[in-house]
C-alpha cells in the first residue's frame, strides 16, 4: 500500500513536496516512480529511483528542476518540485515494482508493468 501526501496550488516558479510511503514495506524491495496525469493527456511517467537508491532518471520536461530521493528509515521517496510551470498542472501518482536489488529504474516505465498505485494527489500550478 502506498500512501501520498503532498500537492496543492502554487504560483508559477513556485515549489512543492511530494510525499509517497510504502507503508511498512522496505525501499530495497521496490524501485518506485513518480507518474502525472494531466486531464485529457495519458499518464506519463516523471521520474524513478531505484531499489539501491543509487540511480534516478527524469523525464525530460523536468529535469533539472525535480529531484526525487528517499528515506529507508521512513519508507518515503519523495518528489521535490521547483520552478514549477503551469504546464506541470496533473494528478500525480507514486507507483512501486517489486524488484531484486538493482541499480536501474527505467523499467517501472514499461507498459507491460503492473507497479502498485498510490491515491493519487492534485498539483495545479497557475497565478
Known amino acids: 500500500q502506498l500512501v501520498q501526501s503532498g500537492g496543492g496550488l502554487v504560483q508559477p516558479g513556485g515549489s512543492l513536496t511530494l510525499s509517497c510511503e510504502t507503508a511498512?514495506?522496505?525501499?530495497?524491495?521496490?524501485?518506485i516512480g513518480w507518474f502525472r496525469q494531466a486531464p485529457g493527456k495519458e499518464r506519463e511517467g516523471v521520474s524513478c529511483?531505484?531499489?539501491?537508491?543509487?540511480?534516478?532518471s527524469y523525464a525530460d520536461s523536468v529535469e533539472g528542476r525535480f529531484t526525487i530521493s528517499r528515506d529507508v528509515a521512513k519508507n518515503t521517496v519523495y518528489l521535490q518540485m521547483s520552478s514549477l510551470k503551469p504546464e506541470d498542472t496533473a494528478v500525480y501518482y507514486c507507483a512501486a515494482l517489486r524488484s531484486p536489488y538493482t541499480d536501474l529504474c527505467a523499467s517501472i516505465f514499461d507498459k507491460g508493468r503492473n507497479p502498485s498505485w498510490g491515491q493519487g494527489t492534485q498539483v495545479t500550478v497557475s497565478s
Open positions: 511498512g514495506s522496505p525501499l530495497n524491495y521496490f524501485i
Open positions: 529511483i531505484s531499489t539501491s537508491g543509487l540511480t534516478t
